[in-house]
């Protein structure tokens, strides 16, 4: 076990956690985050992403020890549901959910592509959004979500 500190959605925070052991479990286990979820275990998924200093990570496969002194943004760090963000506004209005799963992965893709990119072309959303798997079929409503986003955010 060591003290390893971040900054997780603007806090400090300090855990005693093993080095080794997977970001996803300190977020849902210690901090009671539960946007990023477990899918695959494996980084492929997606579901379990989350912002680490701006960039998209697989939590799942990130150990504790490669985010020490990190800033981390989970999907409850974007927006809450009193003041959602732009694009998880964006979502809700497309109603690009069906069962949700992906939903976390989707929306922080979405995010970390709209601050690179705000005028991204339906090609660059897809290539955005082509590692978060999504089994319900609910693409077309991703992509028009990202694509509100991006227009209210111009």
């Known amino acids: 076990m060591a003290k390893i500190t971040l900054r997780v959605n603007g806090a400090s925070r300090s855990l005693d956690a093993d080095p080794q052991m997977p970001l996803l479990y300190a977020l849902r286990n210690d901090l009671e985050l539960k946007g990023p979820r477990f899918g695959c275990g494996k980084g492929q998924c997606g579901a379990c992403s989350v912002l680490v200093d701006g960039k998209v990570v697989r939590s799942c496969s990130t150990p504790m020890e490669r985010v020490a002194g990190k800033s981390v943004t989970t999907l409850e760090g974007l927006g809450s549901s009193a003041k959602p963000s732009v694009v ?24 970390a592509l709209l601050k690179e990119n705000p005028h991204p072309s339906d090609q660059q959303i897809r290539e955005a959004l082509a590692h978060n798997l999504c089994r ?3 693409h077309v409503r991703i992509v028009k979500a990202v694509q509100r986003a991006a227009q209210q955010l111009a």
């Not at 979502?91 to 989707?106: H, L, P, R, V």
């Open 88 to 111: 998880q506004q964006a979502f809700i209005d497309e109603q690009a959910a069906q069962c949700g799963y992906c939903s976390n992965g989707m929306v922080v893709a979405a995010t």
């Open 136 to 138: 319900c079929g609910t």
